[in-house]
């Protein structure tokens, strides 16, 4: 069975960091591009982050430039969000996401991903 596992979610002050970490299980993710995403209360789910398969493209959405990388360990069959610099409207939860396919290029539509995780909570708070 494919499945996606978010975890590192947590609570933190302003200004500190979080990793995230998505592990895959039932099947590797080498071929595999990655997506995170994130839903708040309320609102839409919205594109954090993609990787291709290879690592060797990623991009982020403009409110995380500069503050959230995205990684790959293929040996690990994981995926990582590191997010430094948080902010009280990075508060929501996050998902992973996972589409079988080489192509570089990738975008942050959700509808683009075939599989999903069920999610961590990030709350951003002092």
């Known amino acids: 069975q494919l499945q996606l596992v978010e975890s590192g979610g947590g609570l933190v002050q302003p200004g500190g960091s979080l990793r995230l970490s998505c592990a895959a299980s039932?099947?590797?993710?080498?071929?595999?591009?990655i997506g995170w995403f994130r839903q708040a209360p309320g609102k839409e789910r919205e594109g954090v982050s993609y990787?291709?398969?290879?690592?060797?493209?990623?991009n982020y959405a403009d409110s995380v430039k500069g503050r959230f990388t995205i990684s790959r360990d293929n040996a690990k069959n994981t995926v990582y969000l590191q997010m430094n610099g948080l902010k009280a409207e990075d508060t929501a939860v996050y998902y992973c996401a996972a589409r079988r396919t080489r192509i570089v290029a990738g975008t942050l539509v959700p509808a683009w991903y075939d599989y999903w995780g069920q999610g961590t909570q990030v709350t951003v708070s002092s």
């Open positions: 990787i291709s398969s290879s690592g060797e493209k990623t």
């Open positions: 039932g099947f590797t993710l080498d071929y595999y591009a």
